[in-house]
C-alpha cells in the first residue's frame, strides 16, 4: 500500500463516492457481507464435506483419501437403509398429516367467532417455541409408568372393568399400556405426533393467511349456483390457494426431511438404531462415535432429495413469475 | 323455526366448535404439562396410581432446584446474547443484499438471487459435521461467537428473501425524487427507503430472533463448557444424567425458555406472521 499523495486525499474519496452511484459497483459492495457468510459458513463447508466423505477422517486425525469407501460401507449397513427409510417415510406421513390437519384448522379459523384472534395467536405456540424443549414435554407425556397416555389408557380400563362389574380395585395399574418409545413401530408413530404437533400451526396460519386473500363474492357466486360447502372448497378454495398451499408443503418436506431434534430427544435413534433419521445417524456416526468421514457421507445423503426439492421450488416460482 | 335454529346450533357446535376446541387443547396441552410437572413434589410425579392432570400439594422446590444448582440463569444470557448479535448480524447483511438484488441492475444479480433462494433451502443438518472442522480452524469452538457466525446461514437467505419482497412494495419515484434532490444513492437508501420499510425489518428481525432463541443442533455440537451454553441445549444437556431425568426441573426450565420466545411473539404477533408467510411466498 503506497501512501497518496497529500493532494489525492480528498479526490480518492471523491472517486469512491463516484463509484458508489454507480449501481454496478453499488450492488457488489452491498453484497459482500452476504455473500462472505455465504461463501465461508455454507459454500467452503460444502466442499469441506464432500471431501470429509471421502476419506476415512476420524476424530483427531487428518485422513486419507479412501473414494466411494463410506458410501459403499454405508449402502451395505442395515442401519443406513433403515434411517433413510425412516426418514422417506417420517417425511411423507407427517407432511400429509399437517397438510390435512393444517387446512382443516385454517378453515375453522378463517370463520368469524368470538376470541378468534387471540386463538389463531395461541395455536401458533407449538411452532414458535424451541423445539426440542416441548419436545421434553412429550417425552414425559410418552412416560410409560407415570404419565398422561397410560394413565388414561389404565383410567378407561379401570372404568370399562368396574361397567361390567368385575371389581379388580386391586389391580389398578394391572393394564400397564405400551411403552410408547420401547418399541420401533410406536417410536416412530410417537415422533411422528409430535412433529405434527409443532408443524401443524404453521400449515394452518400460512393456509389462513391465503384464504383471507380469497374474495368472498367467489363464495357468494358459488352459492347463487347451488354450490355446498365441500363443493365450494373442492372448487373455489382449493384452486386459489394451491399456489401458496404448494410452496408451504415443499418448505415443510425439506425442514422434515432434515429433521435432528425430534428424534435426537425422544428415541436417540434406539430402540436398537430403529428409528434413526439420516440427520441423527450422521451425528451418532460423526460425533457419538467421531467417525468423521462416514458421518459427512450420510448427511451428503440428504442432498439429491434437496436437489429435487430446489429444482422444482425455481422451476415453480419461475412459472408463477411468468404468469 | 326454533327447531331449525337448534339444529344449526347443535351442527355449529358439532362442526366448528368441538373441532376448534380439540385442535387448542391439543396445542397447548403440553405447556399446561410443563407447568404442573414443574410444580408437582417427586413424591407426586413418580406415583403411577395418582391422577396425572392435578397437583395436590404444589412446591417450588424444582424452580429453586432450577436456578439454584443449574446455570440456568447463564444459560439464558448466553442464549439472549448470541439470538440478539446474530439478528443484528444477519439483518445488516440481508438489508443491505435485499436492497441490493430489489433495486439495483448489476451483471450476475440474478445468480445471486439463485444462489441465495438454494441456500435458503440447505438445512444446518446437511453441513454441520464440515462447519464443526470450520469453527474450530477459526478458533471459535466453544464460544458464543461461533454461533453468532453460523446462525447467519440460515438467517441471512430468509431475511434477504423477505426484504427483497418488502423492497419492492415500496415505490421507486421516492427514491428518484430524493436522487434528483441531490440525495446519493446510498443517502437515499438510508434516508428514504430503510425507515420505510421498518415494518419489513422489524418481521424478519423478530423471525430471525425467535429462529436463533430456538436453534438447537450448532450450540449442542460446537459447545461444550456448561457455562456457555444456550438454554436449549444446558437444558436437555444438564438436566439430564445418564438415565436420569429430573423432570421437576426440566418442565420448569423448558417453560421458563418458552416465555421469553413467546412473549416477544404476543407483542408482535402480526409482523411474525407476516414474516412467516412472507418468508415462504418470497
Known amino acids: ?323 | 323455526m326454533n327447531a331449525m335454529v337448534g339444529e344449526t346450533y347443535f351442527r355449529r357446535l358439532l362442526v366448528f366448535y368441538i373441532p376448534l376446541f380439540l385442535f387448542v387443547f391439543a396445542m397447548l396441552f403440553p405447556f399446561f404439562w410443563m407447568l404442573i410437572t414443574s410444580l408437582k413434589p417427586d413424591a407426586e410425579l413418580y406415583n403411577p396410581r395418582l391422577s396425572p392432570f392435578i397437583v395436590r400439594e404444589p412446591t417450588l422446590e424444582h424452580w429453586e432446584n432450577l436456578f439454584g444448582t443449574t446455570l440456568f440463569v447463564e444459560w439464558a444470557v448466553n442464549t439472549l446474547w448470541v439470538a440478539a448479535a446474530s439478528t443484528a448480524v444477519s439483518l445488516f447483511a440481508g438489508v443491505l443484499a435485499g436492497y441490493a438484488m430489489s433495486r439495483l441492475v448489476f451483471r450476475g444479480s440474478t445468480m445471486f438471487g439463485i444462489m441465495i433462494f438454494v441456500t435458503y433451502l440447505v438445512p444446518p443438518t446437511l453441513l454441520f459435521i464440515p462447519l464443526t472442522g470450520v469453527v474450530t480452524w477459526m478458533g471459535l469452538q466453544d464460544t458464543t461467537w461461533s454461533l453468532i457466525f453460523t446462525y447467519p446461514t440460515f438467517l441471512v437467505p430468509f431475511c434477504t428473501w423477505l426484504l427483497m419482497g418488502y423492497f419492492q412494495t415500496i415505490p421507486k419515484e421516492l427514491e428518484e425524487c430524493a436522487r434528483i434532490d441531490g440525495a446519493t444513492r446510498l443517502q437515499a437508501m438510508f434516508k428514504i427507503v430503510i425507515p420505510l420499510a421498518v415494518p419489513g425489518i422489524l418481521s424478519a428481525g423478530i423471525f430471525a430472533f425467535t429462529l436463533s432463541w430456538n436453534e438447537f443442533l450448532y450450540a449442542l455440537v460446537f459447545i461444550h463448557s456448561p457455562e456457555t451454553k444456550t438454554i436449549p441445549v444446558g437444558v436437555t444437556s444438564e438436566l439430564i444424567k445418564g438415565d436420569v431425568f429430573f423432570w421437576g426441573s426440566l418442565m420448569a426450565g423448558a417453560l421458563l425458555g418458552s416465555v421469553p420466545v413467546a412473549i416477544v411473539y404476543s407483542f408482535f404477533v402480526e409482523h411474525y406472521v407476516s414474516g412467516m408467510t412472507g418468508a415462504v411466498k418470497g
Open chain 1, 1 to 323: 500500500m503506497q501512501s497518496p499523495p497529500p493532494a489525492s486525499a480528498p479526490s480518492l474519496k471523491a472517486r469512491i463516492a463516484a463509484s458508489l452511484e454507480d449501481q454496478r459497483v453499488l450492488g457488489y459492495v452491498l453484497m459482500t457481507p452476504a455473500l462472505l457468510l455465504i461463501l465461508i459458513f455454507i459454500a467452503y463447508p460444502f466442499v469441506l464435506g464432500v471431501w470429509m466423505s471421502l476419506t476415512d477422517k476420524i476424530v483427531g486425525t487428518s485422513g486419507t483419501f479412501i473414494g466411494l469407501g463410506n458410501y459403499d460401507k454405508l449402502f451395505a449397513s442395515d442401519i443406513f437403509h433403515t434411517a433413510a427409510w425412516n426418514t422417506v417415510f417420517f417425511t411423507t406421513v407427517a407432511t400429509i398429516f399437517k397438510a390435512v390437519l393444517g387446512m382443516w384448522l385454517a378453515v375453522l379459523l378463517n370463520r368469524k367467532f368470538r376470541f378468534a384472534n387471540i386463538t389463531r395467536a395461541t395455536v401458533l405456540l407449538p411452532f414458535i417455541v424451541p423445539t426440542v424443549l416441548s419436545t421434553l414435554a412429550w417425552l414425559w407425556m410418552f412416560d410409560a409408568t407415570f404419565s398422561v397416555f397410560n394413565w388414561t389408557l389404565r383410567w378407561l380400563w379401570q372404568v370399562n372393568i368396574d361397567i361390567f362389574g368385575l371389581v379388580l380395585k386391586e389391580n389398578w395399574g394391572f393394564f400397564r399400556g405400551p411403552l410408547w418409545l420401547g418399541d420401533p413401530g410406536l417410536a416412530m408413530a410417537s415422533v411422528i405426533l409430535v412433529n405434527v404437533w409443532r408443524g401443524l400451526p404453521f400449515f394452518a396460519i400460512s393456509f389462513l393467511a391465503a384464504l383471507q386473500t380469497i374474495p368472498p363474492d367467489l363464495y357468494d357466486a358459488a352459492d347463487i349456483d347451488g354450490a355446498t360447502g365441500w363443493k365450494k372448497f373442492w372448487h373455489v378454495t382449493l384452486p386459489l390457494i394451491k399456489p401458496v398451499a404448494i410452496v408451504v408443503v415443499v418448505f415443510s418436506i425439506v425442514v422434515t426431511f432434515a429433521d435432528f431434534q425430534l428424534v435426537y430427544i425422544l428415541t436417540r435413534g434406539g430402540p436398537n438404531n430403529e428409528t434413526h433419521l439420516l440427520a441423527t445417524l450422521a451425528y451418532q456416526l460423526g460425533m457419538g462415535s467421531g467417525n468423521i468421514g462416514q458421518g459427512a457421507a450420510v448427511a451428503l445423503f440428504m442432498l439429491p432429495l434437496l436437489a429435487v426439492v430446489i429444482v422444482f421450488q425455481l422451476w415453480y416460482l419461475r412459472r408463477e413469475g411468468v404468469r
